[in-house]
Nanobody, 121 residues
């Protein structure tokens, strides 16, 4: 069994910062891409940022310059540092990983349970 567990969400004032973490656990052969998505109330889930095992990153235009994605391959963990937060950043943030379990011939898409981020004064 493989699990992704997020942590670090919460309530923050506009202009504040939060750091999200997501750890993958279980029998893991390897993880290629890890990323963060978010879903605001009444909206579709959208990509926030991704990072490859080699460290290449990609960001949504709306978060460029404010958010930083990073990962620790040894710990199978991905982070999202969120600075200069805005009310429109509010939503449930989901961790995603293209992960190959032990004994499997290819990777599969895994999702965390989500963590709430609320930006409000």
């Amino acid at each position: 069994q493989v699990h992704l567990v997020e942590s670090g969400g919460g309530l923050v004032q506009p202009g504040g910062s939060l750091r999200l973490s997501c750890a993958a656990s279980g029998s893991i052969f390897g993880i290629t891409v890890m990323g963060w998505y978010r879903q605001a109330p009444g909206k579709q889930r959208e990509l926030v940022a991704t990072i490859t095992s080699g460290g290449s990153t990609m960001y949504a235009d709306s978060v460029k310059g404010r958010f930083t994605i990073s990962r620790d391959n040894a710990k199978n963990t991905v982070y999202l540092q969120m600075n200069s937060l805005k009310p429109e950043d509010t939503g449930v943030y989901y961790c995603n990983a293209d992960l190959r379990p032990m004994g499997m011939s290819r990777g599969y898409d895994y999702w965390g349970q989500g963590t709430q981020v609320t930006v409000s004064s």
